[in-house]
């Protein structure tokens, strides 16, 4: 009980594919220390771990050892059933005891989040939807997650897949994905999801940034775009349907792309069940950091 008078500080770690970022938070919610480091995920879960030892000792450094909570978010969950992680695009870590094995190496107690729920509950609680009651935060990177935030809570669910959005499936007969069923949301409006379209259409390698910001396009092209803002609309507005958010927040290296809010915003509206749409789909206000402030504000859960 001693130390949890004393927690002055929430430790949050975001585990990603290729970076591992963690930040300080003080008791007032400021970050006060960030740093980044390489995943290496292709070198293994051991690397992993020491990595992200490594993130967790910078920032333990710059607090001057002083008492504190921390939060990791990752993708994937842990099953309530197995205490394993699955789920995960960063497909090594599957299958292991995750939280285990973090609070091992960093011989704390931790808790252990999905980072889509991370980045939804720090945009809700910090960023831009701070002044909505039912937020549904969406991340499009190289994959595609989903966090819903009622009254600053994170919705979690009682089998912990709360906003496991990219992994609904909307064509059946679509692309493979990962996770071993076909055409899920993430396998169309993610970044790799775009960037496999392209390469089977254009027999080219061309990252979904870059394609979505040139000049002008070729007729099939154009048909790429339109194929991804379709999809685009057609995932959301089942979110809409079903729930009816009071707003959704976009992250991940995609939100960046201004069209999402207006073209894209547009093919949502089309599909809504209803005679009007008014739904705000908003960018994030916390960029990259919004994982891991998320990951420090579920952290200090365990002191609060
Ligand atoms: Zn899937």
Redesign the pocket.
Same mark, same amino acid.
């Given at each position: 009980m001693a130390e949890r008078r004393l927690t002055k500080f929430h430790i949050g770690i975001d585990l990603g594919g290729t970076k591992i970022e963690v930040a300080a938070l003080n008791k007032t919610h400021d970050v006060i220390f960030r740093e980044r480091v390489e995943t290496g995920a292709n070198k293994g879960t051991e690397h992993i771990l020491n990595q992200i030892f490594k993130a967790y000792q910078s920032a333990t450094q710059y607090i001057k050892n002083a008492a504190h909570s921390v939060g990791v978010g990752a993708p994937g969950s842990i099953s309530t059933k197995s205490g394993l992680l699955r789920n995960s695009n960063t497909t090594c870590l599957n299958g292991l005891p995750l939280q285990k094995l973090i609070e091992k190496k960093l011989n704390t107690k931790l808790i252990l989040e999905n980072d889509a729920n991370c980045f939804a509950l720090a945009e809700a609680i910090m960023g831009a939807a701070i002044n909505y009651n039912l937020v549904f935060g969406v991340i499009m990177g190289t994959g595609c997650g989903g966090g819903f935030v009622i009254n600053k809570q994170l919705r979690i669910g009682p089998q912990l897949i709360a906003g496991e959005w990219?992994?609904s499936?909307i064509n059946p007969m679509g692309p493979k =994905?990962?996770?071993?069923?076909q055409g =899920?949301?993430?396998?169309y409006i993610s970044g790799s999801g775009l960037e496999n379209d392209i390469k089977k259409n254009l027999k080219k390698h061309i990252t979904a940034k870059d394609f979505l910001n040139q000049k002008s396009y070729s007729q099939v092209e154009k048909k790429i775009i339109d194929n991804f803002y379709y999809y685009f609309g057609l995932s959301l507005s089942n979110i809409i349907n079903i729930i009816d958010p009071d707003v959704i927040v976009l992250g991940g290296g995609l939100s960046q792309q201004k069209e999402l809010y207006s073209y894209g915003k547009q093919e949502v509206y089309k599909n809504i069940f209803s005679d009007y749409c008014m739904t705000p789909i908003i960018k994030n206000k916390l960029g990259d950091s919004a994982g891991v402030i998320g990951a420090a504000l579920i952290g200090a859960k365990l002191v609060c």
């Amino acid at each position: 009980m001693a130390e949890r008078r004393l927690t002055k500080f929430h430790i949050g770690i975001d585990l990603g594919g290729t970076k591992i970022e963690v930040a300080a938070l003080n008791k007032t919610h400021d970050v006060i220390f960030r740093e980044r480091v390489e995943t290496g995920a292709n070198k293994g879960t051991e690397h992993i771990l020491n990595q992200i030892f490594k993130a967790y000792q910078s920032a333990t450094q710059y607090i001057k050892n002083a008492a504190h909570s921390v939060g990791v978010g990752a993708p994937g969950s842990i099953s309530t059933k197995s205490g394993l992680l699955r789920n995960s695009n960063t497909t090594c870590l599957n299958g292991l005891p995750l939280q285990k094995l973090i609070e091992k190496k960093l011989n704390t107690k931790l808790i252990l989040e999905n980072d889509a729920n991370c980045f939804a509950l720090a945009e809700a609680i910090m960023g831009a939807a701070i002044n909505y009651n039912l937020v549904f935060g969406v991340i499009m990177g190289t994959g595609c997650g989903g966090g819903f935030v009622i009254n600053k809570q994170l919705r979690i669910g009682p089998q912990l897949i709360a906003g496991e959005w990219g992994h609904s499936i909307i064509n059946p007969m679509g692309p493979k =994905c990962y996770c071993g069923k076909q055409g =899920c949301v993430e396998t169309y409006i993610s970044g790799s999801g775009l960037e496999n379209d392209i390469k089977k259409n254009l027999k080219k390698h061309i990252t979904a940034k870059d394609f979505l910001n040139q000049k002008s396009y070729s007729q099939v092209e154009k048909k790429i775009i339109d194929n991804f803002y379709y999809y685009f609309g057609l995932s959301l507005s089942n979110i809409i349907n079903i729930i009816d958010p009071d707003v959704i927040v976009l992250g991940g290296g995609l939100s960046q792309q201004k069209e999402l809010y207006s073209y894209g915003k547009q093919e949502v509206y089309k599909n809504i069940f209803s005679d009007y749409c008014m739904t705000p789909i908003i960018k994030n206000k916390l960029g990259d950091s919004a994982g891991v402030i998320g990951a420090a504000l579920i952290g200090a859960k365990l002191v609060c």
